[in-house]
């Protein structure tokens, strides 16, 4: 992906998740995510890489190919989070990653 997330920090007892748009299934975030369960939501300093610039990104999160709407911007725990819209995403567990 294009953009190494420079706030992104290291957790220990995550995996890298590859999260990508629903719709035309373009890949457009690796998170790093804890935990079990679907993912509901997707804290910045958690995201490793994405397809957009998260640097000065306004509004909502869109597909950068289809344009669809994939997560809206928010806040939790002080930290700029964008909460996936229910249904809109894929994601898949990657191995071999770092
Ligand atoms: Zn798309």
Redesign the pocket.
Known sequence: MKYKNPKYRKRRNTFPLEVS?G????PMVIYEKGGKGNLVKMQVPRIIESDVNLEGYEGHLL??????ELARKGTYNENITYWIIRGKVNTKRLTNYF
């Open positions: 748009c719709n035309c299934k373009k597909c950068s190919n289809c344009k669809e």
